[in-house]
């Protein structure tokens, strides 16, 4: 087959032509002279570049399941029928189980003695109690359930729990004897009983002043012995029982609870120190006896 001219020029223009040349069946002077003419005058053109050829993929496997189309809103999590799972997060803490601490202050102000009682032997209303130290137990009140005066001291001492009543030994003769200088006896007049029902017992097993929650935990027990008793006087004894029967901090000192009537509830309340106290400092029994005069005269103008 004899490649025309036309085929010879474009091969030229694909810079094929100075490399190589068809061979094709003898051609005339003159034939020759017009094709050699015709590409010399053609311009040289600038090798053509070739494009890249893209890389086939591999075949799938067999048995190859492709893979979920993507949202371009996700990114790189792939779009599947179910949403995206949710972060990891630690589980929730178990709800809090609430401490049965006994009765309310509402309860404990509609009990009858016998139900008072129940409810200081049962108490978790403070630490103590629910820690259930060794040897403390509760010491209940004494005295007259229909009383004139109401005596209340701090806090149940070893003596007291020992003897299983407020106010027990040396302590506890004195105030008799500071009772009867006014004419008045705990089995005819008077009830006596402590703020904190348990000794409140240190470290290595002493007694220790009771702490503010103590005190008030207990307090609710208290008015209720005052108003089931019926007493119009209350005589605080220490520092401890004035302050937190006056709803001061219980380290205050008892001179600014001295010298004065308060009242408690429908109550009269006079503070005085705590026989322990007159026992050992003995010049202080005038101060005593000054408070005890005041708390007579407060039970005369009432005419009890």
């Known amino acids: 087959m004899r490649m025309s ?33 015709a590409l010399e005058a053609a311009p040289e053109a600038a090798p053509a570049e070739e494009a890249p050829v893209e890389a086939s993929a591999p075949a799938p496997a067999p048995g190859f399941i492709p893979p979920p189309p ?20 630690p589980p929730p803490p ?14 404990i102000a509609r009990m009858d003695w016998d139900a008072l009682r129940t409810a200081i032997a049962t108490c978790r209303r403070c630490g ?5 130290e060794a040897g403390r137990k509760p010491v209940y009140g004494a005295g007259a359930r229909a009383a004139r005066w109401f005596v209340a001291a701090g806090a149940t001492s070893s003596v007291d729990e020992k003897a299983g009543q407020p106010l027990a030994g040396e302590a506890g003769k004195l ?23 348990c000794r409140p017992a240190s470290a290595n097993g002493g007694d220790r002043a009771p702490t503010f929650e103590e005190a008030a935990a207990c ?3 208290l008015e209720r012995e005052l108003a089931l008793s019926g007493a119009s006087t209350v005589l ?26 308060h009242r408690l509830g429908a109550a009269d309340l006079v503070a005085t120190l705590h026989p322990g106290e007159l026992l050992r400092r003995g010049a202080d029994k005038a101060l005593a006896w000054m408070d ?10 009432r005419g009890r």
């Open 128 to 132: 103590g109690c629910k820690d259930g």
């Open 5 to 37: 001219e036309r085929d010879e020029v474009f091969l030229r223009e694909m810079g094929i032509a100075p490399l190589w040349r068809l061979r094709h069946a003898p051609r005339g002077a003159a034939v020759d002279a017009a094709v050699d003419a």
């Open 219 to 221: 307090r609710p027990f």
């Open 292 to 301: 005890l005069c005041r708390a007579r005269a407060a039970h005369a103008r």
């Open 175 to 197: 105030l008799d004897n500071m009772l009867a200088a006014v004419d008045l006896s705990r089995e005819q007049d008077v009830y006596v009983t402590s703020l904190v029902k």
């Open 70 to 89: 993507r949202d371009p809103a996700w990114g790189a999590v792939p779009m599947t029928s179910a949403p995206p799972p949710a972060a990891w997060a």
């Open 236 to 261: 605080t004894l220490g520092q401890i029982a004035a302050n937190g029967l006056l709803g001061k901090p219980l380290q205050e000192p008892l001179a600014g609870s001295r010298n004065a009537v």
């Open 94 to 107: 178990p709800a809090p189980v609430e401490e049965d601490t006994g009765p309310s202050v509402e309860e």
